[in-house]
Nanobody
Framework: QVQLVESGGGLVQAGGSLTLSCVVS???????????MGWYRQTPGKQRDLVAR???????FYDEAVRGRFTISVDLRNDTTYLQMNSLKPEDTAVYYC??????????WGKGTLVTVSS
């Protein structure tokens, strides 16, 4: 059973920075049909939205709302993915979820970490 554990969430003032980490319990590259590591976020009553994604080939996508402020990175040696978040805004407040995305197969999810940005 693949497990993803996020950390690094917390309370920060607007304009501040946080770095989220996500450790995968097994070798990322050994997972069948591995496609990408991603970060999603969700606020109460809303759907879970993609924030950033890095594919196994290194292609990176950012949601328009975070482009230029957030940076995703994947350390395959340590099976860890990061989300560096700068210039945080109150609207970035959400539970952030790490995802291991597989092609034509189930996505593995972490349990989430709460980020709260105060104005």
């Amino acid at each position: 059973q693949v497990q993803l554990v996020e950390s690094g969430g917390g309370l920060v003032q607007a304009g501040g920075s946080l770095t989220l980490s996500c450790v995968v319990s097994t070798s990322i590259v050994s997972i069948d049909n591995f496609y990408a590591m991603g970060w999603y976020r969700q606020t109460p009553g809303k759907q879970r939205d993609l924030v950033a994604r890095q594919t196994s080939e290194g292609r990176i996508f950012y949601d328009e709302a975070v482009r230029g402020r957030f940076t995703i990175s994947v350390d395959l040696r340590n099976d860890t993915t990061y989300l560096q978040m700068n210039s945080l805004k109150p609207e970035d407040t959400a539970v952030y979820y790490c995802a291991l995305i597989r092609q034509y197969d189930t996505t593995y999810w972490g349990k989430g970490t709460l980020v709260t940005v105060s104005s």
